[in-house]
């Protein structure tokens, strides 16, 4: 497989079981009944295994938002226009959007990234140029990238959150923006799990149900045209994919090299994960599931990756929103984890 010796893959360590069990046992000695706080405990276990240490504290985090046009828009699959995508982008930089709001709330760094958005904005402040190209090709006519360009697109993404864990870093959420993301998005996912794409298509910015249809179609006509292998991530990345979705990926792979906890967002993230996740299955016990997004798809991305989300709030806007609120679930789970009394410590009687 081409992916590994291109690409400059980071080595991802082993998830820790043994502290794993350790965890376990602490949360049998704080003083509640066990199990008493559900998915909370999980997930504190889960932060121990990634951190490899007891003590998994959660001070510096940042949501990533990688952004890239989309050629396969062409074709009338979404309910807004491709300008879009640099309009919002330039909101983010002004900090005017969903993900600037929640990211403040809960003490985020946002960082904005040009993955390969079609119009000029290699000047504008706050926003870091990695742009490959300005958006990819008509995935129904020709392969949405070359394949060095997909190599680039994931080696980014490592090289992106290289830096920034260089700052320091204790957990990362990944977010996008890209109009006609939700169709790369679903090509991926029924090439990678094996489904009809009408299972794995929802309606994105919210089209009619015509126009789900022609989505469908466009999707069905795109893999047929470039019939992605799906035992080759890095093929079906540059045959159906979207720059800022192998950001993404990279990220994802970069993260867990590091042990930073990755919060997954909605749909078009998990199609990155499912791609990271073939490069590299070791990457899986680094990942949370922040939320179920109502595109249809999402569902099957989280079982394939045997995830569980946190939350249900039906949300499907991306930018990271869903990642940055379970934020506050995973500081929470940590805290909890390192400040909650034992029983001996809180002199309170132990069942039993």
Avoid: W
Wanted: proline share 4%; aromatic share 4%.
């Amino acid at each position: 497989m081409r992916t590994t010796k291109e690409l400059k893959l980071p080595k991802i360590p082993v998830f820790d079981q043994r502290i794993v069990a350790e965890a376990r046992q602490r949360q049998e000695l704080l003083t509640k009944p066990p199990g008493s706080l559900g998915r909370l405990e999980t997930l504190s276990i889960q932060l121990a295994g990634i951190y490899g240490h007891l003590q998994p504290k959660i001070d510096r985090k940042t949501v990533i938002v990688l952004a890239g046009d989309h050629g396969v828009t062409q074709e009338g699959v979404s309910a807004y226009p491709a300008s879009v995508t640099r309009q919002m982008v330039l909101n983010f930089i002004s900090g005017g959007a969903a993900i600037n709001v929640l990211a403040r709330q809960t003490g985020a760094r946002v960082v904005i990234v040009d993955m390969g958005i079609a119009a000029d904005l290699d000047q504008v402040n706050g926003l870091v140029p990695r742009k490959i190209a300005g958006g990819t090709q008509n995935i129904t006519k020709q392969p949405a990238m070359t394949h060095e360009q997909a190599v680039q697109s994931i080696q980014t993404g490592i090289d992106i959150i290289e830096a920034e864990c260089e700052r320091g870093l204790d957990l990362v959420g990944v977010g996008e923006m890209g109009i006609g993301n939700t169709t790369s998005a679903s090509a991926i996912t029924a090439i990678m799990t094996g489904l009809p794409v009408k299972l794995v298509t929802g309606r994105g910015t919210g089209i009619s149900e015509s126009s789900l249809e022609h989505k469908i179609e466009t999707i069905e006509n795109a893999i047929s045209f470039n019939q992605p292998d799906p035992a080759d991530a890095m093929n079906v990345l540059a045959g159906v994919g979207g720059f800022e979705i192998g950001g993404m990926a990279g990220v994802i792979l970069g993260a867990a090299s590091h042990r930073v906890p990755v919060v997954l967002d909605g749909f078009i993230s998990g199609a990155a994960a499912l791609l990271a996740s073939a490069i590299a299955p070791g990457i899986k016990p680094y990942l949370i599931a922040s939320h179920l997004s109502v595109e249809r798809g999402h569902h099957a991305i989280l079982k394939h990756l045997g995830l569980d989300p946190l939350l249900d709030l039906e949300l499907r806007l991306g930018e990271g929103t869903g990642a940055v609120l379970a934020f506050n679930l995973v500081e929470a789970t940590a805290r909890i984890f390192n400040e909650m009394a034992t029983f001996s410590e809180a002199g309170v009687d132990n069942k039993g």
